[in-house]
């Protein structure tokens, strides 16, 4: 048997880029998923509703952000939400009534990305355009700030990152960041500190921005992805390139499916999915042509922020036009020979 994705509908609720999805881990909450966009919402999407042939209908618009907002993230029993934004602030949200419960104040600029810890949401790491990594507790309060050394007062090099922090994502006891400076880094994860473990240079990345990162679900490797096209996989223990991915294009966002040995990554051109094992591409998802999406140029719509179900079996991809597009898993059989016989 093989297995394919195939599209199953469209999301209509953001008005500009969608710059990241969050779905829930627990198959039990499967019904809702939530995305972050530049138009300065997040939407709570219901997917047990159909309306006007969309796969999902908006449910809760959260709206208190001043700036654009540039990732979100679920907590582990998807009863909270964790955004960030260009108006330099992190916020929780409390999903049941909609209400933001608490702000996360203390970078510079633009915070580019956030996440949740592995371990029941315990800790908070979030990354910004001021070239810092920020961990912070559940109340909102900084307990330590990554920056990059200063080589001037006689600092050791390769702690902080030099330019833009793009992406922080955790691992199982790690923390990975990825930075507009070209590198890739593992951290340790102390009582209220993380410490480098790992520049992850060697071979990876030859030019260009990182502007993401995934990290498996067992948190042993990760995958990076930017602008030069070469999407590495690393060893987060051992530190090291285990093998390259390619695609012709920016790499905007990637993300592991939980249940198969695939690596999918959102490009100028299409949703490309690998099988890791055999290192072959299994498919490029193209945007469909579609008479709802009228006036839009169908060359300059690519996605921009992906995610899948709990289960494996659904595929969101968020676009550049605001529209959230959707794919789920067929299975059909590679030969069909054993009908005939028994119709003979």
């Known amino acids: 048997m093989s297995e394919d994705l195939e599209f199953c509908g469209t999301m209509h609720g953001h008005t500009a880029m969608v710059t990241a999805i969050a779905t829930p881990m627990d198959i039990n909450n499967s019904e809702i998923i939530v995305t972050s966009s530049r138009d300065k919402s997040i939407i709570v999407w219901d997917l047990t509703n159909h309306?006007?042939?969309?796969?999902?209908?908006?449910?809760?618009?959260?709206?208190?952000?001043?700036?654009?907002?540039?990732?979100?993230?679920?907590?582990?029993?998807?009863?909270?939400?964790?955004?960030?934004?260009?108006?330099?602030?992190?916020?929780?949200?409390?999903?049941?009534?909609?209400?933001s419960l608490r702000r996360f104040i203390g970078h510079?600029?633009?915070?580019?990305?956030?996440?949740?810890?592995?371990?029941?949401?315990?800790?908070?790491a979030s990354a910004s355009r001021d070239r810092t990594i920020k961990l912070w507790n559940?109340?909102?309060?900084?307990?330590?700030?990554?920056?990059?050394?200063?080589?001037?007062?006689?600092d050791e090099e390769g702690d902080g990152h030099s330019d833009w922090?793009?992406?922080?994502?955790?691992?199982?006891?790690?923390?990975?960041?990825?930075?507009?400076?070209?590198?890739?880094?593992?951290?340790?994860?102390?009582?209220?500190?993380?410490?480098?473990?790992?520049n992850l240079d060697d071979d990876g990345h030859s030019t260009g921005y990182v502007n993401c990162i995934a990290v498996s679900p067992d948190g042993?490797?990760?995958?990076?992805?930017?602008?030069d096209g070469v999407i590495p996989i690393w060893d987060l223990d051992e530190g090291k390139r285990l093998f390259s991915l390619y695609v012709e294009s920016n790499v905007h966002a990637l993300c592991f499916c939980p249940t198969r040995h695939w690596l999918?990554?959102?490009?100028?051109?299409?949703?490309?999915?690998?099988?890791?094992?055999?290192?072959?591409?299994?498919?490029?998802?193209?945007?469909?042509?579609?008479?709802?999406?009228?006036?839009?140029?169908?060359?300059?719509?690519?996605?921009?922020?992906?995610?899948?179900?709990?289960d494996g079996n659904t595929l969101f991809g968020g676009y550049s036009d605001g529209v959230v597009r959707v794919w789920g898993i067929t299975t059909y059989l590679d030969n069909f020979s054993f009908f005939d016989d028994l119709l003979d």
């Open 51 to 99: 309306l006007d042939g969309d796969y999902g209908v908006p449910c809760l618009w959260l709206t208190d952000h001043s700036g654009c907002v540039q990732d979100v993230t679920l907590s582990s029993d998807a009863q909270y939400a964790l955004s960030s934004s260009c108006d330099g602030e992190l916020r929780l949200w409390d999903l049941a009534n909609g209400t």
């Open 220 to 227: 042993s490797v990760c995958a990076s992805g930017g602008d």
């Open 108 to 124: 510079k600029k633009e915070v580019l990305s956030v996440a949740f810890s592995m371990d029941y949401d315990r800790q908070i």
């Open 264 to 310: 999918c990554a959102a490009t100028d051109q299409s949703i490309r999915i690998w099988d890791l094992v055999s290192e072959d591409i299994l498919q490029d998802l193209n945007v469909p042509i579609d008479i709802n999406e009228e006036g839009n140029d169908d060359e300059s719509i690519y996605c921009t922020s992906l995610s899948w179900s709990a």
């Open 165 to 198: 922090v793009n992406c922080v994502r955790f691992g199982h006891e790690s923390l990975v960041s990825c930075s507009r400076d070209g590198t890739v880094k593992v951290w340790d994860l102390k009582f209220n500190k993380i410490e480098l473990r790992h």
């Open 138 to 154: 559940i109340r909102g309060e900084c307990k330590y700030t990554v920056e990059e050394r200063d080589e001037e007062d006689g």
